[in-house]
């Protein structure tokens, strides 16, 4: 699984990227949180088909989150008008939708199908978990919290390198059985892996301080959070419903989660790699630096613009 962000601005565009909005790649499907300007643009530079979308997830009705949404979904269904596709998203999603939609006298499928969501909703996208997370904005939004499946899988590579051989018995092996070759017998268990079973919780657009998620603790392996400004702007976090950097280090503690990925940065930062949780992941124990210290048991994954994060 990949973690494609199209953008990863506050705010507005600007010459250093998009705004914040992010593709996550499963090998057959799409998910797609948030729809910045340009969304189609980006994901045709990543080489992500729109026609692969399964869901599209959107947090709130700003605009930096769903500027590109129905320019987007009228082009999918342009080339693709019996495409599935799900939108779930906040209350008033479906008018913003329509009436863009209805104005701009474009069409969709049939196929296509909107459902509101509200805080504790939970939905799946094929085999993938998903619930609706209150978050602490100034207008109603929601975050996500996403399991996918644990699946138990045989390396049969591994089993050829230790003398398996070539021909039917393999299927018995990713049937998970012993199987007994001469005087030898390969266990099933020697060669069995997992994949999957990550659990991601997406917070933004909110003000970490005061949004509950003690429910998540221990129970989430990788935080997506925004991290609008550094700790000298909190009290635009309080104003603004947005996050700082001590918020995210109090918010990992308290989940007991220990990987973290910063989006939705402050334009006053210029570059995202400017902002000083990226800074911090570059020079860890820089005492000069303005915000909270990360401490050394978190492992901070960069989001540049237009890249992405493998997930295990
Ligand atoms: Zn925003
Ligand atoms: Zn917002």
């Given at each position: 699984?990949?973690?494609?962000?199209?953008?990863?601005?506050?705010?507005?565009?600007?010459?250093?990227?998009?705004?914040?909005?992010?593709?996550i790649?499963?090998?057959s499907?799409?998910?797609?949180?948030d729809?910045?300007?340009?969304?189609?643009?980006?994901m045709?530079?990543?080489?992500?088909s729109?026609?692969?979308?399964?869901?599209?997830?959107?947090?709130?009705?700003?605009?930096d989150?769903?500027?590109?949404?129905?320019?987007?979904l009228?082009?999918a269904?342009?080339?693709?008008?019996?495409?599935?596709?799900?939108?779930?998203?906040?209350?008033?999603?479906?008018?913003?939708?329509?009436?863009?939609?209805?104005?701009?006298a474009?069409e969709?499928?049939?196929?296509?199908?909107?459902?509101?969501v509200?805080?504790?909703?939970?939905?799946?996208?094929?085999?993938?978990?998903?619930?609706?997370?209150?978050?602490?904005?100034?207008?109603?939004?929601?975050?996500?919290?996403?399991?996918?499946?644990?699946?138990?899988?045989?390396?049969?590579?591994?089993?050829?390198?230790?003398?398996?051989?070539?021909?039917?018995?393999?299927?018995?092996?990713?049937?998970f059985?012993?199987?007994?070759?001469?005087?030898?017998?390969?266990k099933?268990?020697?060669?069995?892996?997992?994949?999957?079973?990550?659990?991601?919780?997406?917070?933004?657009?909110?003000n970490?301080?005061?949004?509950?998620?003690?429910?998540?603790?221990?129970?989430?392996?990788?935080?997506?959070?925004?991290?609008?400004?550094?700790?000298?702007?909190?009290?635009?976090?309080?104003?603004?419903?947005?996050?700082?950097?001590?918020?995210?280090?109090?918010?990992?503690k308290?989940?007991?989660?220990k990987?973290?990925v910063?989006?939705?940065?402050?334009?006053?930062?210029?570059?995202?790699?400017e902002?000083?949780?990226?800074?911090?992941?570059e020079?860890?124990k820089?005492?000069?630096?303005?915000?909270?210290?990360?401490?050394?048991?978190?492992d901070?994954?960069?989001?540049?613009s237009?890249?992405?994060?493998?997930?295990?």
């Open positions: 699984m990949k973690l494609h962000f199209l953008g990863t601005h506050a705010g507005f565009p600007s010459k250093f990227g998009a705004t914040s909005g992010l593709v790649e499963f090998p499907r799409l998910i797609l949180i729809a910045p300007e340009n969304s189609q643009q980006i045709a530079q990543l080489q992500l729109i026609q692969k979308l399964s869901a599209i997830l959107i947090t709130h009705m700003h605009m989150h769903v500027a590109g949404l129905v320019p987007l009228q082009s269904f342009v080339r693709d008008r019996t495409m599935t596709l799900t939108l779930y998203g906040p209350p008033g999603i479906t008018e913003y939708v329509n009436t863009i939609n209805k104005l701009t474009g969709m499928s049939p196929n296509f199908k909107i459902v509101e509200s805080p504790g909703f939970e939905f799946a996208v094929n085999d993938i978990q998903f619930t609706a997370v209150k978050m602490s904005h100034v207008v109603e939004c929601n975050g996500y919290y996403m399991r996918t499946p644990l699946k138990k899988l045989i390396n049969l590579k591994k089993a050829r390198e230790d003398g398996f051989p070539f021909g039917l018995e393999a299927q018995k092996l990713k049937n059985e012993d199987v007994q070759i001469n005087d030898r017998l390969f099933a268990a020697d060669y069995t892996e997992t994949e999957g079973g990550n659990r991601i919780l997406f917070t933004y657009d909110t970490l301080k005061s949004t509950d998620l003690k429910q998540f603790k221990g129970l989430v392996d990788l935080l997506v959070t925004e991290c609008s400004f550094a700790d000298d702007k909190l009290e635009n976090c309080t104003e603004y419903g947005h996050s700082c950097v001590c918020m995210v280090i109090d918010t990992l308290e989940i007991e989660c990987q973290v910063v989006t939705h940065v402050s334009q006053r930062y210029g570059a995202p790699t902002h000083p949780v990226q800074k911090e992941l020079f860890k820089r005492s000069e630096f303005i915000g909270s210290p990360v401490p050394d048991w978190v901070m994954l960069e989001a540049r237009h890249g992405w994060v493998e997930i295990k």
